[in-house]
């Protein structure tokens, strides 16, 4: 178990030419010393793989301390009990007619209609059919019906959208 007085002679021996004064020594102590020591001296080591200068900066240490924190407490939460996966067994033949009617109900469908064919598609079809198909399915009916482009965003931090650069044909 590393000590304080442990990982100070690190920190002077990762920086040697460091001169600190007495209000730094003081400062590093208060807010490095209640610290998990093992932990802190990663961090330590860490910030100077990091950053290779000749004073390390007291906020470089912390945040890497907080990393290895954060790190070590998601790995030790623990797993929700995982369910066992739908295993469907969609018959190809029966995918490939599925596909073929309902690309046949959206060529005779009005763009009023298009909740209806979406509701059908996800109801009836969906079970029976592989989910690329409905997916391209509705797609198909979207632009059809409805004039509706499918393409890839990105939500921001504010949740504004902002478009990839690449659209669902290009992928398909």
């Known amino acids: 178990m590393r000590t304080w007085d442990e990982n100070r002679a690190s920190i002077n021996q990762l920086w040697p030419q460091c001169q600190w004064t007495d209000e730094e020594r ?31 900066q007291l906020k470089w240490i912390l945040d ?9 407490k998601l790995a030790s ?17 029966e995918d490939r007619k599925m596909t073929a009617d309902f690309l046949a109900l959206v060529d005779l469908s009005q763009p009023s209609d298009f909740a209806a064919v979406e509701k059908k ?5 969906l079970p029976k ?10 797609n198909y009916a979207r632009l059809r019906l409805l004039g509706e482009e499918p393409m890839f965003s990105r939500v921001t931090r504010v949740g504004d959208l902002v478009p990839m650069t690449k659209t669902v044909k290009e992928f398909a």
């Open 129 to 138: 059919m592989h989910s690329l198909s409905a997916v391209r399915v509705l």
């Open 26 to 56: 003081r400062l590093w102590h208060d807010d490095l010393h209640a610290l998990d020591q093992p932990m802190l001296y990663d961090a330590l080591r860490n910030v100077k793989r990091n950053h290779d200068t000749l004073y390390p």
């Open 77 to 93: 939460r623990p797993q929700p009990a995982r369910e066992e996966k739908l295993k469907l067994n969609i018959d190809d033949e």
């Open 121 to 125: 598609v996800l109801d009836i079809g």
């Open 64 to 72: 890497s301390y907080r990393e290895l924190a954060a790190a070590r």
